[in-house]
């Protein structure tokens, strides 16, 4: 399994992008995490194989988990981006309940006016 993150990129505040993963064929649960710069890698949301979808707090309400099973592909649309949004965003996919954890490269997310 080898995952790639795409779909990033600079947006003024207020703004929105869509990430795209792909590179899996089995997911029990995919998420997406991000990482500002000094700081840890963060939860922001993930969703399972049967569809059941969950948000970090501060994400909620703004950012959309997807995934398309056709196309082995998952998606995180965010909405009203915050400039303490930006950072690097990583995918990451269990392929089964008791499987390894695979990361992708990630993909750089700019929120800035």
């Known amino acids: 399994v080898q995952l790639v993150e795409s779909g990033g990129g600079s947006v003024q505040p207020g703004g929105s992008l869509t990430l795209s993963c792909v590179g899996f064929?089995?997911?029990?649960?995919l998420g997406w995490y991000r990482q500002a710069p000094e700081n840890p890698r963060e939860y922001v949301a993930k969703i399972f194989h049967d569809g059941t979808t969950n948000y970090a707090d501060s994400v909620k309400d703004r950012f959309t988990i997807s995934r398309s099973v056709t196309d082995n592909a998952a998606y995180l649309r965010m909405n009203i981006l915050k400039p303490n949004d930006t950072g690097v965003y990583y995918c990451?996919?269990?392929?089964?309940?008791?499987?390894?954890?695979?990361w992708g490269q990630g993909t750089q997310v700019t929120v800035s006016s």
């Open positions: 064929e089995k997911m029990f649960s």
């Open positions: 990451t996919v269990r392929p089964t309940m008791n499987g390894d954890d695979v």
